[in-house]
């Protein structure tokens, strides 16, 4: 049991970076899976968009666009602090396109995913 808090959103210029925070009230010990979704104006799935993620044992991913969009190094990184029970999205070469709120999630081995309230990232000059 527990709760997530984003932090770390705010304003920040094109070709900007932004690293965002999720803690964990409860731990993140029990993770099989967290994550980051976003959601904009123009989001169509219930959940928003997803961006990135990662195991209990480390292994990450990511949405597609915004990985590969402008560059093959990516923009995004997904990580965690175990000890501090913390999740991070490191963002970076934001573009207007990135401006959302950014929802962090756990999903456990068993049980029902939590959500995070989520923080508003605006990218703008």
């Known amino acids: 049991q527990g709760q997530l808090a984003e932090s770390g959103g705010g304003l920040v210029q094109p070709g900007g970076s932004l690293r965002l925070a999720c803690k964990a009230s409860g731990g993140i010990a029990n993770a099989h899976t967290m994550g980051w979704f976003r959601h904009t104006p123009g989001s169509t799935r219930e959940f928003g968009d997803f961006v990135a993620g990662i195991t209990w044992s480390g292994v990450t991913w990511s949405g597609g666009r915004l990985k590969y969009g402008n560059s093959a190094k990516g923009r995004v990184t997904v990580s965690k602090d175990t000890d501090n029970s913390t999740l991070f999205l490191q963002m970076t070469s934001l573009e207007a396109d990135d401006t959302a709120v950014y929802c962090c999630?756990?999903?456990?081995?068993?049980?029902?995913?939590?959500w995070g309230q989520g923080t508003l990232v605006t990218v703008s000059s």
């Open positions: 999630y756990l999903a456990p081995s068993s049980g029902q995913r939590m």
